[in-house]
């Protein structure tokens, strides 16, 4: 028997990627599921993304990269902060990863040394807390779930767990769980009160092109100019461009801290797919026609989805403003039903209606089921018309 070593025994499997498999092994017995589980959008890849990497499979672009990512979609990149939220990074600050999660664990590894503390919202990305762990960190939580101000994410939050122990700080805004998104000042107000005592402040914008309010995105790295090193960004390219297979992701962040994670991509995986960087240059600066499309449709299942909730009551939420999931409280039907947690709430209702939801407890918060709607209309329309039968009998 193989020993294995201490940091990989206290990390636990993702919640999440076990529904993918227990989805796989439903439908290999013939069932057919609705699947709210998911953490990636329905469509497919856009086509002229798509195109962009047959021809640079065809263009023999297949070969090593740079470790940190080509300067051609460094460009693109660099345009994209340009354009939308006035940054002016330099090649130097941006390494591209094969994935954000990638991205973030690379740039943890290279900041929390064991014992350091890294404050992470709750209710929370599932990877978080096992990629702080793996460094040997201790997770401290922000805690977003206070019922009156549901999941709204406020600076503190975050101020309040502050010690000198200190070493970063996770925001993600729109929020995976909750779709919610921390308003420009109380990020400011983070940043300015984390820069002087040199926490990081790590703002994971995966969702940010997934809105749904007028507002524009706040932009962290320019928020508070004199934070200078102490703010770093992990983007993806996944949810916006419906390119979860491709793997690709980046970060901007001061000078050394690329340097140093740029240093560990090198020795752990080279460099992000050839093939995923030529495409993700046309998704950033080719049509954005798609993603507008798909941010309305998304928009327009959400908001069908609180009417639906709304006429089936007792389920408290708040409504996203990002992102496409609902993250709603279902304690009225656990209690109602005598289960005695979401667990076993996700499950009964996984074997009844064979629909697919993820319990709350795997992002912190028990007594909620996470709603994806990154699926297909109709399905969404079957779901929660066997969702209020089951609940409302
Ligand atoms: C909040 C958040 N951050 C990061 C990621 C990772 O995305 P990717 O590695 O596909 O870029 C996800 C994926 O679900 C996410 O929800």
Redo the contacts with the bound molecule.
């Keep these: 028997m193989v020993e294995l070593s201490a940091r990989v025994k206290t990390m636990t499997s993702s919640p ?1 990627l076990k529904l993918v498999q227990i989805k796989k092994q439903l439908e290999a017995q013939g069932k057919v599921i609705l699947d709210f589980g998911a ?2 959008p329905d469509f497919p890849t856009p086509e002229n993304i798509k195109n962009a990497g047959v021809e640079a499979i065809r263009g023999n672009f297949t070969k090593y990269t740079p470790t940190s990512g080509i300067a051609e979609l460094k460009k693109a990149i660099r345009a994209t902060y340009l354009a939308e939220q006035g940054i002016d990074a330099k090649d130097a600050q941006i390494v591209v ?8 664990f690379i740039l943890l590894q290279a900041v929390v040394n064991p014992g350091d503390e890294v404050i992470v919202p709750l209710p929370y ?4 807390p096992e990629m702080v762990k793996f460094c040997g960190g201790s997770v401290v939580f922000a805690d977003h779930l206070q019922p009156e101000r549901r999941f709204q994410l406020t600076a503190a939050s975050y101020i309040s767990r502050c010690s000198p122990r200190t070493k970063a700080v996770i925001v ?1 805004s729109p ?3 909750t779709g919610k998104i921390m308003a420009g000042a109380e990020l400011a107000e983070l940043i300015a009160f984390c820069h002087p005592q040199g926490i990081l402040v790590i703002v ?1 914008d ?2 940010r092109k997934i809105m749904y309010t007028d507002e524009p995105y706040p932009s962290p790295l320019a928020l508070v100019p004199e934070a200078g090193e102490q703010v770093a960004v ?6 916006t461009y419906a ?2 297979g491709w ?3 980046y970060s901007i962040t001061c000078e050394p801290l690329a340097a140093a994670m740029t240093k560990i991509q090198e020795h752990s995986t080279s460099n992000p797919c050839s093939i995923s960087q030529k495409a993700a240059v046309e998704a950033l600066a080719g049509d954005q026609g798609a993603v507008c499309a798909m941010v309305a449709e998304y928009r327009r299942r959400r908001d069908y989805f609180a009417r639906r909730v709304d006429g089936i009551g007792n389920i408290s939420y708040a409504l996203p403003d990002g ?1 496409f999931y609902f993250f709603a409280d279902f304690s009225h039907y656990i209690g109602e039903k005598g289960f005695q947690d979401d667990n076993q709430l996700a499950m009964d209702i996984l074997e009844k209606l064979n629909i697919i939801l993820v319990p709350g407890s795997a992002f912190g918060a028990p007594g909620h089921l996470r709603i994806s709607y990154a699926t297909s209309m109709q399905d969404i329309r079957e779901g929660l018309d066997k969702l209020e039968a089951y609940l409302k009998p």
């Design positions: 999440t953490g990636e990863s094969p994935g954000s999660k990638y991205g973030l990305w599932v990877s978080y993600n929020s995976n769980p994971d995966c969702y992990v983007s993806s390219l996944s949810k390119m979860t793997r690709l992701g992102a």
